[in-house]
């Protein structure tokens, strides 16, 4: 599995932005995904993770009420949907996959990773 993230940019506080992640090759099978993030410095953190039916989310705890992932199996698409940013989420984003069809918090669960997009909120 091959996962393209794309849709990081320059945001002001308080805006907006939607990523999303292409999967190709073996997507027939069942795929969860989730994003994780890394900030200079920092270690990566997971963001959100959603079910292979896109039934079943779960977001990091300063995530929640304000990202929103989901996905679009026709398309092999994961969204992350990120409102009300703040500075402190200045980062890079990457996708990944695990070839289960449930999500999991840790980094270690996945198999597949994207090569991340810049996210940078301005103050």
């Known amino acids: 599995v091959q996962l393209q993230a794309s849709g990081g940019g320059l945001v002001q506080a308080g805006g907006s932005l939607r990523l999303s992640c292409a999967a190709s090759?073996?997507?027939?099978?069942?795929?969860?995904m989730g994003w994780f993030r890394q900030a200079p410095g920092k270690e990566r953190e997971f963001v959100a993770a959603i079910s292979w039916s896109g039934g079943t989310t779960d977001y990091a705890d300063s995530m929640k009420g304000r990202f929103t992932i989901s996905r679009r199996n026709a398309k092999n698409t994961v969204y992350l949907q990120m409102d009300s940013l703040k500075p402190e989420d200045t980062a890079v984003y990457y996708c990944?996959?695990?070839?289960?069809?449930?999500?999991?918090?840790?980094?270690?669960?996945?198999?597949?990773w994207g090569q991340g997009t810049q996210v940078t909120v301005s103050s």
């Open positions: 990944a996959a695990r070839s289960v069809s449930y999500g999991s918090r840790y980094s270690d669960a996945y198999d597949y």
């Open positions: 090759g073996r997507t027939s099978s069942s795929i969860a």
